[in-house]
Each structure stands twice: as C-alpha cells, then as structure tokens.
C-alpha cells in the first residue's frame, strides 16, 4: 500500500494538526494559487465580532488587532516574499481566510510555508502592540463576559490592570516585550 492510499478503518471525522494537510507530492515552493485558514489559537474572537440583526445585515466589526492584520499584516506578506501576491482576504472573528497566488517559483527553499510562517509572526506582533495599547484583552473579556463566564473575564480585566502597570517597567530583556502570563495571538 502506498503512502498515498487511505488507511483501511482510518476515522475521517478525527481533526488532524494543519502541518499535516499538506500533500505530501506538492511542491509548495512552485507557482499556483491557495486558499489558507488561519485560525487563532483557542478560537478566541481576537479578530472581531459578528454584528447585525439579520442574515442582510449580518458583517464583522474588526477589532483594532483585525484591523492591524487586515491593512498593514497582510500587505507584509508581498513586501518580504514579492512572488507572493495576497488577492483576497476574509477576516473572521476567530479566523481569516487569504486566497494567495505564488507568481514565480519562490527562491532559496522557500515556500509557501516559509511566508505564511513570516504572516503569523507578524499577527503575533500586532496581538503584542495591541496588548501594550490595552485593546487586545478588552476583546477576549467581552465574549468572555457576554457568554457568562464572569470569573474568567474578571481575571483578565485583573491580568490587563497588571500588565498596564508592569509594562512601562517590566520586560524581558531578550526581546523587549513587556513580561505577562496572557498567551500572544497565535495562529494554526
């Protein structure tokens, strides 16, 4: 049986890790048009929230972090890896969607993975900018608040008063980020 041929018994419901989606005979280094999804960590609804009262009027109103990632994040993308064009972008509340297009074969042994790897370091540093700004956890204590888990968004307004006072004062002085317990923006 080859490494190509579904498993007998294999269960087809079982979440599998993204590194493992990818096929194992494509060359992502060559030219071709993708569709991503990039989910945060958790599911947190770091990126917006879904707003309206109707399936009309239904949208996502942006966090400033899906802001960030949407018009600065995402334009990176093209400026470090120019073979790489991003034609449409979807952000989501706890996801985005890119449609990315590979124009010519990426160099050096690059490939598709090696920008999208560039995109989410970038989303990290925007959830951290954020953060030090006090506007990232404002959006995880709403959902959290909104959906009844009081003790849990109370710890986070606590965590967010300790990270503004810590912040001016306190970072790690390897990377100069401010030093909190709060897990950054991350991406699978």
């Known amino acids: 049986m080859s490494n190509l041929e579904p498993k007998r018994g294999t269960d087809f419901n079982e979440t599998k890790h993204s590194m493992k989606r990818r096929s194992p005979w494509h060359d992502y280094s060559q030219r071709g048009t993708y569709m991503l999804t990039l989910v945060v960590e958790g599911r947190k ?11 009309e009027e239904a ?13 600065e994040e995402v334009k990176k ?5 120019p073979m ?3 034609w449409k972008v979807c952000v989501m509340p706890d996801h985005l969607h890119l449609i990315v297009h590979i124009r010519e ?4 042994g690059r490939h598709l993975g090696s920008a999208v790897r560039g995109f989410k370091t970038g989303c990290s540093r925007a959830w ?10 404002e959006t995880v204590t709403e959902k959290e608040a909104a959906v009844g888990n009081t003790e849990k968004a109370e710890g986070a307004n606590a965590e967010k008063a300790t990270m503004t006072k810590s912040s ?3 970072s790690n002085s390897t ?3 401010p030093i909190s317990t709060r897990t950054p923006c991350a991406f699978g």
């Open 45 to 55: 609804p770091l990126l917006g929230r879904l707003c309206g009262d109707s399936e």
């Open 59 to 71: 949208h996502v109103e942006l966090t400033p972090l899906g802001v960030a990632i949407r018009d």
């Open 77 to 81: 993308m093209s400026l470090y890896y």
């Open 84 to 86: 790489v064009e991003v």
């Open 105 to 108: 074969e990426m160099p050096g």
């Open 128 to 137: 951290w900018k954020e953060l030090s700004a006090g506007n990232a956890a």
């Open 168 to 170: 001016s004062r306190t």
């Open 175 to 177: 990377t100069g980020r």
